[in-house]
Nanobody
Framework: QVQLVESGGGLVQAGGSLRLSCAAS????????VSWFRQAPGKSREFVSA????????YYADSVKGRFLISRDNAKKTVDLEMNDLKPEDTAVYFC???????????????????WGRGTQVTVSS
């Protein structure tokens, strides 16, 4: 069993920055990837970014590429998402997720993930 807890959300003006953090606890050995998703009101959950636990590979949605940066601290079991140049369309609840399975080919799909945090709200005002 794995628990994920997100933090760092808030209200920011367009052009500003926020740093989200996802803290994992429990049995994470063998887990391959931790990802961030977001869900805006009335919309489906969408992939934002992913990072592999044991080797240097990161992935980003086109909408955030060049603005967001994902990183991890294996010792602390945390995955951070630094968000820069935020836009009103980035407003959403942000979730982190992980899976005990090797989901490399489908890591952009929410259905591939087993464990989810409760989310943290990010609101970007124009």
């Amino acid at each position: 069993q794995v628990q994920l807890v997100e933090s760092g959300g808030g209200l920011v003006q367009a052009g500003g920055s926020l740093r989200l953090s996802c803290a994992a606890s429990g049995r994470t050995a063998g887990y391959s990837v931790v990802s961030w998703f977001r869900q805006a009101p009335g919309k489906s959950r969408e992939f934002v970014s992913a990072i592999m636990w044991t080797y240097n590979a990161t992935y980003y949605a086109d909408s955030v590429k060049g603005r967001f940066l994902i990183s991890r601290d294996n010792a602390k079991k945390t995955v951070d998402l630094e968000m820069n140049d935020l836009k009103p369309e980035d407003t959403a609840v942000y979730f982190c997720a992980t899976s005990p399975k090797q989901i490399g080919t489908v890591l952009r799909s929410p259905a591939a993930y087993t464990y989810w945090g409760r989310g943290t709200q990010v609101t970007v005002s124009s």
